[in-house]
Antibody, heavy 113, light 111 residues
Framework: QRQLVQSGPEVKKPGTSVKVSCKTS????????IQWVRQARGQSLEWIGW????????KYAQRFQERVSFTRDMSTTTAYMELSSLRFEDTAVYYC??????WGQGTPVTVSS | DIVMTQSPLSLPVIPGESASISCRSS???????????LDWYLQRPGQSPQLLIS???YRASGVPDRFSGSGSGTDFTLKISRVEADDVGVYYC?????????FGQGTRVEI
């Protein structure tokens, strides 16, 4: 059974960075892809990008290209998303999702001065 | 970017009856490999989204056969037969034919 467990809530100041982890189990990590998606309160879902876990290849949405980085640790089957130069409008719940189904529980990120 | 438009945005349903949600894309979702990369998700209140349908019509593991997806090109439909109380939430379509992947606005289904 696929499980994705994300790190806890974060409160950050504008201009700083946040790193969210996504610990996986129940599927072959090296053969999978993780997508990162965010959702502001009361809004629809927004795709940030993906990482191919075996190769480490990444694809980012253009609007995040300069500020986001996806990495993974094969030894712990954990994926990471780091978003830098945080703005108030980055306040949202951030999700990781495995191809074929399975989402993390979400990590609330609040950007506040 | 491909724009995804869902209708209706709100859908009151009666348990036992059927319901349909439409999803239209601003460009064809037919990939050069012949697949339509159109997914349907359900987000129950307070929960993460869950995958219901992939490639337009393939139910994800464990999804009841009351849920069915159809469509091609730019027009897709999710049908829920014999609606149950547990089906309430917000339904999203998402295209993955082209990056960036994009979602519809969501359709709120309520009893």
């Amino acid at each position: 059974q696929r499980q994705l467990v994300q790190s806890g809530p974060e409160v950050k100041k504008p201009g700083t960075s946040v790193k969210v982890s996504c610990k996986t189990s129940g599927f072959t990590f090296s053969s999978s892809t993780i997508q990162w998606v965010r959702q502001a309160r009361g809004q629809s879902l927004e795709w940030i990008g993906w990482i191919v876990l075996g190769s480490g290849n990444t694809k980012y949405a253009q609007r995040f290209q300069e500020r986001v980085s996806f990495t993974r640790d094969m030894s712990t089957t954990t994926a990471y998303m780091e978003l830098s130069s945080l703005r108030f409008e980055d306040t949202a719940v951030y999700y990781c999702a495995a191809d074929g189904g399975g989402w993390g529980q979400g990590t609330p990120v609040t950007v506040s001065s | 970017d491909i724009v995804m438009t869902q209708s209706p945005l709100s859908l009151p349903v009666i348990p036992g009856e059927s319901a349909s949600i439409s999803c239209r894309s601003s460009q064809s979702l037919l990939h050069r490999n012949g697949n339509h990369y159109l997914d349907w998700y359900l987000q129950r209140p307070g929960q993460s989204p869950q995958l219901l349908i992939s490639l337009g019509s393939y139910r994800a593991s464990g999804v009841p056969d009351r849920f069915s997806g159809s469509g091609s090109g730019t027009d897709f439909t999710l049908k829920i037969s014999r609606v149950e109380a547990d089906d309430v939430g917000v339904y999203y379509c998402m295209q993955a034919t082209q990056t960036p992947h994009t979602f519809g606005q969501g359709t709120r289904v309520e009893i």
